[in-house]
């Protein structure tokens, strides 16, 4: 009977442990799945959103950039009459065509072409244009070094238009000097005139005068050229 009692006593010993033991882990398991269930609902608004931004991009026509094209630099013209052309190509029967070819392959042109009255048109943009001028004017300042430092005494003048040039010198004046000064340069400032603008006929009225005594010595055009000797310009 004590035995029945106590085995009574124990049974609801142990029910009320196991009862008390049972009534905690309901709560932790509630814990648990709160935060699964906080965690399912962070994943699944992550995955709304990415769902939705994936859903945009795709949606999004593609962006394009429109380059606007390059504007086209500005042409020019350069008439060179046809006294200057057959000058410098009278013993070419293809003068025009020739004086043409050789403005297109200076690389200063973009295009070149004779005209029916001979003379020639080069087509160059600004840039070249002034390129052009520059290394004239840089041969011409080369050519004016050489022929001052023949002697201090020499001088020369050139007119606005470069039509007319005046050289004081003497007969010292040596060939290379002489050529510097009125060849080469005079080439130059011919070539600026229509550079700048001029279509009518070049030609450059020389006049050789004593840098002693001023004196006048003799005068020529460019293209007929000055046939007498250096002793013709005195002491």
């Not at 648990?32 to 949606?59: D, N, P, Y």
């Not at 050519?143 to 238009?161: H, I, M, Q, T, W």
């Not at 229509?194 to 050789?208: A, E, N, V």
Request: aromatic residues 10%.
């Amino acid at each position: 009977m004590e035995w029945m009692n106590s085995a009574n006593e124990m049974e609801t010993s142990m029910k009320h442990e196991s009862h008390t033991w049972r009534g905690t882990r309901p709560a932790a398991s509630r814990h648990r799945a709160k935060q699964k269930t906080s965690l399912r609902t962070a994943a699944t608004l992550l995955l709304a959103v990415l769902t939705m931004l994936l859903a945009t991009a795709c949606g999004r026509a593609p962006t394009t950039t429109t380059r606007k094209p390059s504007p086209q630099p500005k042409t020019q013209k350069v008439v060179y009459s046809t006294q200057y052309v057959h000058a410098y190509y009278r013993k070419n029967s293809q003068g025009a065509a020739k004086a043409a070819k050789d403005l297109k392959e200076s690389g200063d042109f973009i295009n070149a072409y004779p005209q029916e009255d001979g003379s020639v048109v080069g087509v160059t943009t600004e840039r070249k244009l002034r390129n052009r001028i520059k290394d004239n004017n840089e041969r011409i300042e080369n050519c004016e070094k050489g022929f001052l430092k023949a002697s201090p005494d020499y001088r020369y003048n050139v007119n606005e238009d470069g039509t007319a040039m005046t050289i004081w010198a003497d007969k010292n004046l040596g060939p290379v000097a002489d050529s510097d000064i009125s060849f080469i340069a005079a080439t130059a400032f011919g070539d600026n005139y229509y550079l700048k603008g001029h279509t009518g006929p070049w030609d450059m009225t020389i006049t050789i005068r004593n840098c002693h005594t001023d004196q006048f010595i003799h005068q020529y055009q460019f293209f007929e050229g000055w046939k007498h000797g250096m002793d013709e310009l005195g002491d």
